[in-house]
């Protein structure tokens, strides 16, 4: 029998003294049992349940003895069954700890073994309960011990401003990487192998951050459709690793599996960042299945309407109701827990103003992102916001607090308007909207991200998991997602792409051409951008999903990385290194503060430049011009050697957006001595671009010949030794 030898806190099974503390959050249940389950023969299971003996808060608890590491285990409440209230509670239901750190089974989701009697009259309210036992088929928690030899790990702790981001599948990196062993392909193991950090430290990132991780389940919709949720954006668990991408069955051998990952990535550098589900769960709206939160405390975890149905800001059929402390502190445990226990470095938060919606809709100074900022235990990670849901006014784009940063989806549609869509108007001699834009962009979006949060509030990025890839944006106008089972109705129809002339495959080689430059273009522009970069894992291969925009139920050649390359693939990757090299190399690329557009020297020169094709600086008509589309961006940084001798830093780029070549005049003095192009993105074969003293050299105030639709690179000479301005 349990003992009332334990406490109310910490929430979770813990091993404690022979046997486990146990700790529920249930605050409207009458009674809560522990169920044990093990295996006895033939498929079967025997299950021994003990009650819970106290509670205090909503919070039922006890120590069962007896119970070691490997014990499967459920829970049972009873309770009040009043829908319209939230109250759910069903003694039938096996339901998973929220605080499980393992899952020992995942549920089986065919709709002919879950299901509610659904009365129309109500919204949403459910009038009859179900009570046929969900034991068969329902997902088990794993007592599990922590241990585990870390070694000498230390976080990299990398600096935002030397931050590169790539956002990356643990099933689609590695399902097809030649150097990792097929037993290991697609698992975390893959993911921390040899071959896979080879190439993530020769791309020259710093930060991983991978698609959900957090053990998960596919929503019945899909499965009827025998489809899957391949992303994992519908959470089961939110303190046990995803078992389906371990090459290990056991389940404590998961946790270490996934603690070796991230031990092998922070002993070549490289950081961890999850990306983070905290808005809906997995069990989806009210007619879905009861899994876990809804069958303990339904109207503590979600929003409700008081009428027997959901608040869905998430598209998703549920919304976590951060506004009470119990949902706070569920979210709270887990990072803590991801970071002291599994040492990841950081957390983007999916659809983050759902768990900043107060009382009155979105709040910046929401308990949560309070808690989070003064959190001394992920004080030190990175903090991320996809900064919308869908919600009422759920689109929050630079409205976070310091210290989160936000992926920046303004940049994403300026960098594909300028080249994409807006380059095909130019071919085709109409306006394209001009370079203002643009500007703003590169310089670190001052206009969306206020000056104490600096331009390392915003995570640049052009293509991400969700729409088109890199590849696919210069080469599809419209999505083909009719593999998805939804006729083609899923997925954005807003692409900002161009696909030059053909829609998807050809063998046009003008076209082929025409499209690797546009992919070099962007990602120079992301790369080359103040602001924190995200590259999605495949873009430098410049990887194709056959113009699917929404993959998120196909786990298939369609998702994964295809290591298959062809040289001008190799040409894309080496081009994408050597960008980041030069972002390491220069100072003046990774800015922690805005630029202010004054003098840093008595010559007059500025941090940063503005220059027309003429080589005069940009005026406000020539700003208000919506067919300009070349644009001179001079950087200029001064920074101490170890000597303390100050050096010159100093960059041009030249940025031209339309198709035929055009004369443009570079700075001339005191801007600049001369000028060396460090990188051209009109080269289209290997190499890519030019190296050391092979590299052209201008002299100041010349006019050089540029390519159609291209970006040149230039280290500005100084023409003296140069002091910073008083």
């Given at each position: 029998m349990p003992s009332r030898a334990a406490r109310p806190h910490p929430l979770g099974v813990r091993l404690r003294d022979g046997g486990v503390d146990v700790a529920v959050l249930a605050a409207h249940?009458?009674?809560?049992?522990?169920?044990?389950?093990?295996?006895?023969?033939?498929?079967?299971?025997?299950?021994?349940?003990?009650?819970?003996?106290?509670?205090?808060?909503?919070?039922?608890?006890?120590?069962?003895p007896g119970v070691g590491p490997g014990q499967r285990y459920g829970l049972r409440v009873d309770g009040p069954w009043d829908p319209v209230r939230g109250h759910r509670h069903n003694p039938a239901k096996l339901l998973l700890d929220p605080y499980a750190r393992a899952l020992g089974?995942?549920?089986?989701?065919?709709?002919?073994?879950?299901?509610?009697?659904?009365?129309?009259?109500?919204?949403?309210?459910?009038?009859?309960?179900?009570?046929?036992?969900?034991?068969?088929?329902?997902?088990?928690?794993?007592?599990?011990?922590?241990?585990?030899?870390?070694?000498?790990?230390?976080?990299?702790?990398?600096?935002?401003?030397?931050?590169?981001?790539?956002?990356?599948?643990?099933?689609?990196?590695?399902?097809?990487l030649p150097g990792v062993p097929p037993e290991l392909r697609g698992t975390y193991a893959g993911l921390g192998h040899p071959a896979t950090v080879a190439h993530l430290l020769g791309l020259g990132v710093t930060t991983v951050e991978l698609l959900p991780v957090q053990a998960f389940n596919t929503e019945p919709a899909l499965v009827q459709r025998w489809r899957i949720n391949y992303w994992g954006y519908n959470t089961l668990g939110y303190f046990a690793p995803h078992p389906g991408y371990a090459a290990t069955t056991d389940p404590a051998g998961v946790l270490a599996e996934f603690k070796a990952m991230v031990r092998s990535l922070h002993t070549a550098g490289i950081e961890v960042v999850l990306d983070v589900v905290y808005n809906h769960t997995a069990e989806g709206g009210v007619t879905g299945?009861?899994?876990?939160?809804?069958?303990?405390?339904?109207?503590?975890?979600?929003?409700?309407?008081?009428?027997?149905?959901?608040?869905?800001?998430?598209?998703?059929?549920?919304?976590?109701?951060?506004?009470?402390?119990?949902?706070?502190?569920?979210?709270?445990?887990?990072?803590?827990?991801?970071?002291?226990?599994?040492?990841?470095?950081?957390?983007?938060?999916?659809?983050?103003?759902?768990?900043?919606r107060g009382r009155d809709g979105f709040d910046p100074e929401h308990p949560f992102l309070v808690a989070a900022r003064i959190d001394p235990v992920?004080?030190?990670?990175?903090?991320?916001?996809e900064p919308w849901d869908v919600g009422p006014h759920g689109w929050r784009t630079g409205q976070f607090p310091v210290p989160f940063s936000e992926w920046n989806d303004r940049f994403r549609d300026s960098v594909r308007d300028f080249w994409l869509p807006g380059a095909a108007r130019a071919a085709a001699g109409e306006p394209t909207g001009g370079v203002r834009d643009l500007a703003t962009r590169l310089a670190g979006s001052a206009d969306v991200f206020a000056a104490r949060r600096g331009p390392m509030a915003s995570?640049?990025?052009?293509?991400?998991?969700?729409?088109?890839?890199?590849?696919?944006?210069?080469?599809?106008?419209?999505?083909?997602?009719?593999?998805n089972g939804e006729d083609n109705r899923d997925g954005t129809t807003e692409n900002r792409s161009w696909n030059h002339g053909a829609e998807g495959p050809t063998d046009d080689e003008g076209i082929l051409s025409a499209r690797r430059r546009s992919m070099r273009n962007i990602m120079a522009t992301l790369l080359l951008a103040t602001g924190v970069p995200m590259i999605v894992a495949g873009d430098e291969l410049g990887r194709t999903q056959g113009g699917n925009n929404n993959a998120y139920c196909l786990d298939d050649e369609t998702s994964w990385?295809?290591?298959?390359?062809?040289?001008?693939?190799?040409?894309?990757?080496?081009?994408?290194?050597?960008?980041?090299?030069?972002?390491?190399?220069?100072?003046?690329?990774?800015?922690?503060?805005?630029?202010?557009?004054?003098?840093?020297?008595?010559?007059?020169?500025?941090?940063?430049?503005?220059?027309?094709?003429?080589?005069?600086?940009?005026?406000?008509?020539?700003?208000?011009?919506?067919?300009?589309?070349?644009?001179?961006?001079?950087?200029?940084?001064?920074?101490?050697?170890?000597?303390?001798?100050?050096?010159?830093?100093?960059?041009?780029?030249?940025?031209?957006?339309?198709?035929?070549?055009?004369?443009?005049?570079?700075?001339?003095?005191?801007?600049?001595?001369?000028?060396?192009?460090?990188?051209?993105?009109?080269f289209d074969q290997p190499p890519g671009y030019p190296k050391g003293p092979d590299g052209t050299v201008v002299t100041a105030g010349e006019a050089v010949d540029v390519p159609g639709n291209t970006v040149q690179v230039y280290g500005a000479r100084p023409p003296q030794a140069r002091a910073p301005r008083a």
């Amino acid at each position: 029998m349990p003992s009332r030898a334990a406490r109310p806190h910490p929430l979770g099974v813990r091993l404690r003294d022979g046997g486990v503390d146990v700790a529920v959050l249930a605050a409207h249940a009458d009674a809560v049992e522990v169920s044990l389950l093990s295996p006895s023969g033939e498929g079967a299971w025997r299950e021994d349940r003990f009650a819970l003996p106290s509670h205090l808060h909503g919070v039922w608890y006890g120590h069962v003895p007896g119970v070691g590491p490997g014990q499967r285990y459920g829970l049972r409440v009873d309770g009040p069954w009043d829908p319209v209230r939230g109250h759910r509670h069903n003694p039938a239901k096996l339901l998973l700890d929220p605080y499980a750190r393992a899952l020992g089974r995942t549920p089986d989701l065919r709709p002919e073994l879950f299901g509610h009697t659904v009365d129309d009259r109500l919204q949403g309210g459910i009038t009859q309960r179900d009570d046929r036992d969900s034991a068969p088929w329902a997902p088990l928690g794993v007592v599990v011990d922590d241990t585990f030899d870390w070694g000498d790990d230390a976080p990299p702790y990398v600096s935002m401003s030397d931050t590169v981001i790539y956002e990356a599948h643990v099933r689609g990196l590695t399902q097809l990487l030649p150097g990792v062993p097929p037993e290991l392909r697609g698992t975390y193991a893959g993911l921390g192998h040899p071959a896979t950090v080879a190439h993530l430290l020769g791309l020259g990132v710093t930060t991983v951050e991978l698609l959900p991780v957090q053990a998960f389940n596919t929503e019945p919709a899909l499965v009827q459709r025998w489809r899957i949720n391949y992303w994992g954006y519908n959470t089961l668990g939110y303190f046990a690793p995803h078992p389906g991408y371990a090459a290990t069955t056991d389940p404590a051998g998961v946790l270490a599996e996934f603690k070796a990952m991230v031990r092998s990535l922070h002993t070549a550098g490289i950081e961890v960042v999850l990306d983070v589900v905290y808005n809906h769960t997995a069990e989806g709206g009210v007619t879905g299945p009861t899994l876990s939160f809804r069958g303990l405390d339904a109207a503590t975890y979600y929003r409700l309407d008081g009428h027997g149905g959901d608040i869905d800001s998430t598209g998703c059929g549920n919304s976590l109701d951060a506004r009470e402390p119990r949902v706070v502190q569920l979210v709270l445990d887990s990072l803590r827990y991801w970071v002291e226990e599994m040492h990841v470095d950081g957390f983007r938060f999916d659809l983050a103003p759902t768990l900043a919606r107060g009382r009155d809709g979105f709040d910046p100074e929401h308990p949560f992102l309070v808690a989070a900022r003064i959190d001394p235990v992920l004080a030190g990670t990175k903090l991320i916001a996809e900064p919308w849901d869908v919600g009422p006014h759920g689109w929050r784009t630079g409205q976070f607090p310091v210290p989160f940063s936000e992926w920046n989806d303004r940049f994403r549609d300026s960098v594909r308007d300028f080249w994409l869509p807006g380059a095909a108007r130019a071919a085709a001699g109409e306006p394209t909207g001009g370079v203002r834009d643009l500007a703003t962009r590169l310089a670190g979006s001052a206009d969306v991200f206020a000056a104490r949060r600096g331009p390392m509030a915003s995570v640049n990025f052009v293509s991400a998991h969700d729409g088109f890839t890199l590849g696919d944006l210069t080469a599809y106008n419209e999505k083909h997602n009719e593999r998805n089972g939804e006729d083609n109705r899923d997925g954005t129809t807003e692409n900002r792409s161009w696909n030059h002339g053909a829609e998807g495959p050809t063998d046009d080689e003008g076209i082929l051409s025409a499209r690797r430059r546009s992919m070099r273009n962007i990602m120079a522009t992301l790369l080359l951008a103040t602001g924190v970069p995200m590259i999605v894992a495949g873009d430098e291969l410049g990887r194709t999903q056959g113009g699917n925009n929404n993959a998120y139920c196909l786990d298939d050649e369609t998702s994964w990385v295809s290591w298959d390359l062809e040289p001008w693939q190799e040409d894309l990757r080496d081009t994408v290194a050597y960008l980041l090299a030069l972002r390491r190399e220069h100072p003046v690329l990774r800015q922690d503060r805005f630029f202010a557009g004054r003098p840093v020297h008595s010559d007059g020169t500025k941090d940063i430049a503005w220059f027309g094709p003429e080589g005069a600086e940009m005026d406000h008509g020539r700003w208000h011009d919506p067919s300009l589309r070349v644009l001179q961006m001079y950087l200029h940084a001064v920074h101490a050697d170890p000597s303390g001798r100050h050096i010159d830093g100093s960059l041009l780029v030249v940025v031209h957006g339309r198709p035929e070549r055009a004369e443009v005049r570079l700075p001339g003095q005191p801007w600049a001595d001369r000028y060396a192009l460090l990188w051209d993105s009109s080269f289209d074969q290997p190499p890519g671009y030019p190296k050391g003293p092979d590299g052209t050299v201008v002299t100041a105030g010349e006019a050089v010949d540029v390519p159609g639709n291209t970006v040149q690179v230039y280290g500005a000479r100084p023409p003296q030794a140069r002091a910073p301005r008083a």
